[in-house]
């Protein structure tokens, strides 16, 4: 009998058990939700991986998980509807293209995160209420506070800004 062994470069190992985890934390969070009695959705759960996975992950697999998330929630539980899962991919891709340019031009990790994560929410709401409009999404144009949501955007840009401020000087 032969062992067939699929080898994996170390440095992709990381990556791999990182994305697990992901999956793993977006399956749970309905479940999370309902125990907790808190709205966990609120606080953004695919927005803190991705960005989480941008500070210790590839660009590439960071990516990857902008379409892994989404999608995969969809299959496993219907939710978000696939017309906003596509809209979430959407939103996350712009987020972390723009985090990359913008990073280059300004120089500054938490001005480029701030920026990237605001242009990114104005994306997803215009495009949001078309597809209200046109009734491929219902419900409500937002579903969290905007106060909330921009506590956890400087709090996302400071993790961001420091992380790699942290990494430059090392």
Request: charged fraction near 10%.
């Amino acid at each position: 009998m032969k062992t067939v062994a699929f080898p994996i470069e170390k440095k992709n190992i990381k990556d791999i058990l990182f994305d697990l985890a992901a999956l793993a934390f977006i399956t749970l969070t309905p479940a999370l939700s309902h125990i907790s009695t808190v709205p966990v959705y609120l606080l953004e759960p695919m927005r803190i991986v991705l960005l989480l996975s941008l500070v210790h992950t590839s660009k590439r697999n960071t990516y990857l998980l902008t379409i892994a998330l989404p999608l995969f929630s969809f299959l496993i539980s219907s939710h978000p509807s696939f017309f906003k899962a596509t809209l979430i991919s959407s939103e996350l891709a712009l987020n972390i293209f723009l985090f990359f340019y913008l990073s280059k031009i300004l120089n500054n990790y938490f001005g480029a995160a701030l920026v990237s994560i605001i242009a990114s929410k104005i994306f997803y709401y215009v495009v949001k209420f078309g597809m209200l409009q046109t009734g491929l999404l219902g419900g409500e144009l937002t579903a969290s506070p905007i106060w909330l949501q921009v506590i956890l955007s400087l709090v996302f840009a400071g993790y961001v800004g420091w992380f790699f401020k942290k990494k430059i000087q090392l």
